[in-house]
């Protein structure tokens, strides 16, 4: 059977993506490309606002500090791979020590992404429809009731240019980008918490980049591992 397609960020999900024993990255292997499948642990992500369909509300995923980890891992291994210069590659919050899911996570691998696609010369609308393939996928109609576009162009919840504070205590409101234009910071709105569809926005495969991964330890469809379990969230919903 044909690897299915995550209906929301349009990566790999292998096959049986409902039973929580196939859900852990890479449980199923690796495609052609040698990426794992399912290519992201809880994909697609539990929760009705995951805005997945029925299959996949009925449950919560695990943990968001294993969700933004993966991310982390393959952002850094894209920006290895695309060349940036030491100046260039975006601080990340380290999760040993800022362990709790915030905006400023998911700021940080907005940022990152919007470097790659800068670099490999997408925009953001070639990264929300097409898959790792390079086909064009159909956007998930329930982006638009999240407040997405349509074509989605942009993230969703997102208020450009808003200051946040960085890793370093510095506050910013703008990146650099590689080809050595600035653009305003993906931030999201103030008092907008965590959701799954932040998740899911940051999945999509972006074309031109390799992707390498840290398949992070499972077993019976849990995440074991012993700096990431038992993490705790504030000001999240259940994702």
């Not at 292998?14 to 992201?40: C, F, L, M, V, Y």
């Not at 919560?60 to 393959?74: F, G, M, R, T, Y």
């Not at 918490?193 to 074309?207: C, K, V």
Request: charged share 30%; aromatic share 6%.
């Amino acid at each position: 059977m044909a690897d299915e397609l995550c209906p929301t960020c349009h990566s790999k999900i292998g096959t049986n993506s409902t039973q929580e024993i196939e859900r852990a990255q890479g449980k199923q292997g690796t495609d052609d490309n040698e990426n794992p499948i399912p290519r992201w642990t809880d994909d697609p992500l539990f929760t009705p606002r995951g805005l997945n369909g029925v299959l996949y509300s009925a449950r919560h995923n695990n943990s968001k500090k294993v969700l933004i980890k993966e991310l982390q891992d393959a952002r850094k291994a894209q920006e290895e791979e695309a060349g940036f210069p030491e100046a260039l590659k975006t601080k990340f919050s380290d999760l040993d020590t800022d362990f709790v899911g915030s905006a400023r996570h998911i700021t940080e691998l907005r940022e990152s992404t919007e470097k790659l696609l800068n670099e490999s010369g997408s925009s953001l609308e070639e990264y929300f429809k097409l898959d790792d393939e390079e086909n064009e996928q159909p956007q998930n109609p329930k982006i638009v009731e999240a407040g997405g576009n349509d074509p989605q162009d942009e993230w969703v919840d997102v208020e450009r240019g808003r200051e946040y504070v960085a890793e370093d205590g510095s506050v910013k409101s703008t990146f650099d980008l590689p080809g050595g234009s600035t653009q305003p910071s993906p931030t999201t709105p103030q008092r907008v918490h965590l959701r799954a569809i932040h998740f899911e926005d940051l999945r999509h495969p972006i074309s031109g980049i390799g992707i390498s991964a840290l398949v992070l330890e499972s077993r019976n469809g849990k995440i074991y591992n012993s700096t990431l379990a038992g993490a705790k969230f504030k000001n999240t919903e259940e994702c």
